[in-house]
C-alpha cells in the first residue's frame, strides 16, 4: 500500500507537480496516464524515491522515506522493483546476468538457490533460451520481458512500470500488459504503471490516474471510465475514431 | 553549469563514490574488468607510441648536437630525461585522455542517458561507488603502464640513435647512465599517479553527471579529453614547480 500526500517536485522553479494525493493498492496495476510530459515519470521517480520531493509525503505500509532509518532505506530499495521506460538493462551483462544482478548484490543465496531462481522467472515472463544473449541481441519485447523478470527476481512488494508497452507492436504491448497483470495478482504486488497507452487503459486499469497539468484531474478504473465527464480526460482517452466508437459502445451497456 | 559550480560536484562527487562500497565480490569482478579495459587494452597503442616518440626525441638531439666540443653521450643523456620526466608520464597522459578518457565518459554516459544508472540507484546500490571506485582501482596499475612507456621509449631512442649512425652503443650507454637521480624517477611516478586518479575521475564526471542523448554522449566525450588534457597539463607544472625547485 503507497499512499501520496501533497506531492509537489520542482526544477529549478518549474513546478512539474503541483499538490498530488492519491493512493496504491497491494494486488491491483494502478495507471498513471496523461499526455507526454505531464510528469508521469517524474512522479514514479519520486515514488521510488531517484527524485527527492519539494514538498509532501510518501507512505509505504503507513512509513514515509523521512522516518526511515538508513538500513530500513535500503530494505525498502530491495522490496521495490523497476521497469524503465528503456529496459534499463545492463549492456555490459547478459540477459541470465542481468536477471541474476539483484540476487548476487543483495541475498546471500547459493549459486544454484540463484540458478533456480533466475530460471523460474525468465520461464515466468516466457523467455527461456535467450540467456546468454547481450540485451543489444534481442528484440524490444524480449528486453521488456528480461527487464520484468530482473525487477521481481528479488520478489518485490512494489513494481513499477514506467510505460511498459511503449514502442512494441500491439500484440506484444498485450502480453507484456497482461504479465504485468498477472504477476501482480500471483504475488500480491503493489503495482504502479505510467502509460498513455489506451489498450492498456482498458485491459489492466483497476485504478486509473489522470494526471494533467501536475494535479491529479480524474480517478476511477476501467469500468467507469467511459462515464467520465472530465472534457480533458475524454479528449485524451478517446482522441482516436476507434475509441471514440468504444465509448458510444460502452455507453449502451456493450 | 559555471566552473565553480562543478568545481564543487566534482569534489562532492569524490566523496559520495567512497561511500555505502559494493559487496566485494561483485567489486572484484568489477575491477578485473576495469583493468582489463582500460589497462590491458592500453598497452599496444603506449608500446608503439613511446619506441617512436623515444625514436624522433634522439634523432632530434643528435641533429641538434652539432658542435664537437659536446660530447655524443649527451644524447644518451638527454633522450633518458626526456622521456623519464615529460614524454612517458605526461605525454602518454594526454593520448590516454582521448583513449581511456573518451571510453570513460561515453561508456557512463551511455549507462545515464539509457537509465542504467537509475536503474543502480533504485536496487539501493551507490551507483558512484559501483561505477568509478572500480575505475580508480584499476588506474593504480597505470604507472606499470607508464614504466613500459619509459622502457620502450629508451630502447626506441637507443635504436634510432646507434642504427642511424649518429653514436656508439657504449657512448649511449654511458650517456645514459650519466648523472642518473634517483628523485628524478619519484618525481615521475608521483606524477603518474596524480594523472592516474585524474584520468579515471575527470571523465567520469563528465559521464555521470551529463544530461541529454546520444549526441550529448559524444559532446560529453569531447568536453571530457578537452578537460583532463588541461587539467593534467595544469597539475603537471605545479607538480613540477613544488618538487623540482
Ligand atoms: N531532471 C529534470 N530536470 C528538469 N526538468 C525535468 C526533469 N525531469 C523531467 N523534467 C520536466 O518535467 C516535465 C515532465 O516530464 P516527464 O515526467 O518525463 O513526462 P512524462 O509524463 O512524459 O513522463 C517535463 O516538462 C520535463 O521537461
Ligand atoms: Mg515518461
Known amino acids: ?254 | 553549469m559555471n566552473y565553480i559550480e562543478s568545481i564543487g560536484q566534482y569534489f562532492m562527487m569524490l566523496g559520495d563514490l567512497f561511500k555505502k562500497m559494493t559487496k566485494g565480490s561483485v567489486l572484484r569482478r568489477l575491477i578485473i574488468q576495469e583493468i582489463n579495459d582500460l589497462m590491458t587494452n592500453s598497452l599496444g597503442i603506449v608500446v608503439f607510441i613511446s619506441f617512436f616518440i623515444g625514436a624522433v626525441v634522439s634523432i632530434q638531439m643528435a641533429l641538434n648536437l652539432s658542435n664537437p666540443l659536446i660530447p655524443k653521450s649527451l644524447i644518451g643523456y638527454a633522450a633518458r630525461q626526456s622521456i623519464i620526466l615529460e614524454f612517458a608520464p605526461t605525454f602518454i597522459s594526454i593520448i590516454m585522455a582521448g583513449k581511456v578518457g573518451s571510453f570513460i565518459t561515453s561508456s557512463i554516459g551511455t549507462m545515464r542517458v539509457t537509465e542504467q544508472i537509475d536503474a543502480l540507484e533504485v536496487m539501493g546500490i551507490n551507483s558512484l561507488n559501483y561505477l568509478v571506485f572500480p575505475k580508480i582501482i584499476a588506474m593504480l596499475f597505470y604507472p606499470f603502464l607508464i614504466a613500459v612507456s619509459m622502457f620502450i621509449g629508451i630502447i626506441g631512442a637507443y635504436l634510432a640513435a646507434v642504427i642511424g649512425g649518429f653514436l656508439s652503443s657504449e657512448a649511449f650507454l654511458t650517456g645514459m647512465q650519466q648523472d642518473f637521480i634517483p628523485f628524478q624517477v619519484a618525481y615521475a611516478f608521483i606524477k603518474t599517479f596524480v594523472f592516474a586518479f585524474i584520468l579515471a575521475t575527470v571523465p567520469s564526471f563528465h559521464g555521470y553527471y551529463m544530461k541529454g542523448g546520444a549526441l550529448e554522449v559524444g559532446r560529453a566525450s569531447t568536453t571530457s579529453f578537452v578537460w583532463t588534457s588541461v587539467i593534467i597539463i595544469v597539475a603537471n607544472y605545479v607538480i613540477t614547480q613544488i618538487l623540482l625547485s
Request: contains cysteine; hydrophobic residues 35%; proline residues 3%.
Open chain 1, 1 to 254: 500500500m503507497i499512499k501520496v500526500k501533497n506531492l509537489h517536485k520542482s526544477f529549478d522553479g518549474t513546478e512539474v507537480l503541483k499538490g498530488i494525493n492519491t493512493s496504491f493498492e497491494p494486488g491491483q496495476t494502478s495507471l498513471i496516464i496523461g499526455q507526454s510530459g505531464s510528469g508521469k515519470t517524474v512522479f514514479l521517480k519520486c515514488l521510488l524515491g531517484l527524485h527527492k520531493p519539494t514538498k509532501g509525503d510518501i507512505y509505504f505500509n503507513d512509513k514515509t522515506y523521512n522516518d526511515f532509518t538508513k538500513t530500513k532505506k535500503s530494505l525498502l530499495r530491495k522490496n521495490m522493483g523497476m521497469v524503465f521506460q528503456g529496459g534499463a538493462l545492463f549492456d555490459s551483462m547478459t540477459v541470465y546476468e542481468n536477471v541474476m544482478f539483484p540476487l548476487r548484490m543483495f541475498t546471500k543465496m547459493t549459486k544454484a538457490e540463484m540458478d533456480n531462481r533466475v530460471t523460474e522467472v525468465l520461464d515466468r515472463v516466457n523467455l527461456s533460451n535467450a540467456n546468454d544473449k547481450f540485451p543489444s541481441e534481442i528484440s524490444g519485447g524480449m528486453q521488456k520481458r528480461v527487464s520484468i523478470a530482473r525487477a521481481i527476481v528479488n520478489k518485490p512488494k512494489f513494481l513499477f512500470c514506467d510505460e511498459p508497452n511503449s514502442g512494441l507492436d500491439p500484440n506484444t504491448a498485450t502480453i507484456i500488459d497482461q504479465l504485468i497483470l498477472e504477476i501482480t495478482k500471483e504475488n500480491n504486488i503493489t503495482t504502479v504503471v505510467n502509460t498513455h497507452d489506451m489498450n492498456s487503459v482498458f485491459e489492466i486499469g483497476e485504478k486509473i490516474v489522470y494526471l494533467q497539468g501536475g494535479i491529479i484531474e480524474w480517478e476511477g478504473n476501467n469500468k467507469i471510465i467511459h462515464n467520465a465527464d472530465n472534457k480533458d480526460l475524454i479528449s485524451f482517452v478517446y482522441s482516436s475514431n476507434l475509441f471514440k466508437k468504444v465509448r458510444v459502445a460502452q455507453q449502451k451497456g456493450y
